[in-house]
Structure formats: C-alpha cells, structure tokens
C-alpha cells in the first residue's frame, strides 16, 4: 500500500509543486505560515524534521524563519520537486527519502517534527505519531497540520504531553 500511495504522489507531483509555488509567490499566504511557526516553534533556531516534504513548502517555511531543515517523504517525485523549490527560492534545505512510520534518524535527532496534511496519507498514522514523537527530543514539539476540526494535546497511546495538532 505504501509504494501505492508513493507512485500516487509522484504521479501527482508536478502539478502539486506548481499549485503550491503560486501560494509560495504570495507575501499574505508566506507571512501567516510563518506567523503560525513562530507562534508554536518559538523563534529559536531549531532543528526541524518535516515529515511528508511534498514539494518542501512547509521546509521552505521553515528554512525562512532560520530553522535547520531536514524534509522527509516517501516520493521520488515530491523529493524531486522539493530539491527544485529549495534551489529556485535558494534556501538551504537536506532532503531525503523515508518513511513515516519508519523514520531514518536515530532517537532524539529533533528539536521539532512538523507535519502538513500527511497524517490522511499514511496507513497506520498512529505508528507514524510515535514514530515523530521517538525523533523529537524535547517531548513538546510535534506539530501537526490538519484540516480535521480536532485538537488534540497528547499521544494517542502514550505518556508523552506536549504534542501540538493545530487546525488551519
């Protein structure tokens, strides 16, 4: 199922990565992006993991306000398409390929994980959520970006506290 929805998204990634260009191009939708990281990252520089990259506007985002920023997604051609953006808005951002459910990184490698709209995407996202959890090394900094009307403030299954899901 996996390498389903990967084929799915690279199939769909240029056309993806032009959609988001157009929100990347405009002042208003970049600043309330970034106002909404700031707001829940703080305003020191951190190391941050975004997980399901896409084309890397979130990474993009985040490499703005100064942050370190590894993007991860289970795409060649989201990955593709974000090592393009990352050259054409000449950030400084590592890419890679994962999984979000079996991340790449040893424990604690994160001072923040951030996800945008991929949770929908991944077939056991509670095996994803504290996969995020197992990288980040603050306990308090997982921020997730959902369409979804719920809030959650803790790990479905765990002790951890801290987990931030916001709705935009």
Known sequence: MKEE??????NQSFGYSKFVQTGLSKRYEREGWQTIFSGELGTKKLKVL??????????????YLGHDVTGVDNSDGMLKEAIENCKRFKQSIEFQKGDAESLPFPDNSFDAVVSKFALWTIPHPEKALHEWYR?????????????TGIRISKIPGSDADGAIYLNC
């Open 5 to 10: 929805i990967a084929d799915a998204w690279t």
């Open 135 to 147: 990288v980040e090394n603050l306990g308090e900094r997982l921020c997730i970006l959902m369409e």
């Open 50 to 63: 975004d997980v399901g990259t896409g084309p890397g506007v979130v990474a993009l985002q985040l490499a």
